[in-house]
């Protein structure tokens, strides 16, 4: 598994956190900031399984 799919992982988790605690406190700012973080993590996901599939051609 690649390190962009860990990571990418992580930073979805945490901006959905962010965003989410943005939601219910009111704070647009850190809302803002967690739909970015979220969606960083979703391409960084998506790059890694990219990585994953050009590496398993590879191999095979």
Avoid: F, P, Y
Avoid at 1 to 23: L, Y
Avoid at 24 to 29: L, S, W
Wanted: net charge positive; glycine share 16%; no cysteine.
């Amino acid at each position: 598994m690649s390190t962009n799919r860990v990571e990418g992982a992580i930073d979805k988790g945490a901006g959905a956190v962010k965003e989410a605690v943005g939601k219910a406190t009111g704070n647009e700012r850190l809302e803002a900031e967690g739909a970015v973080q979220k969606a960083k993590g979703d391409v960084q996901n998506k790059v890694g399984k990219v990585q994953d599939k050009i590496g398993d051609a590879i191999k095979h």
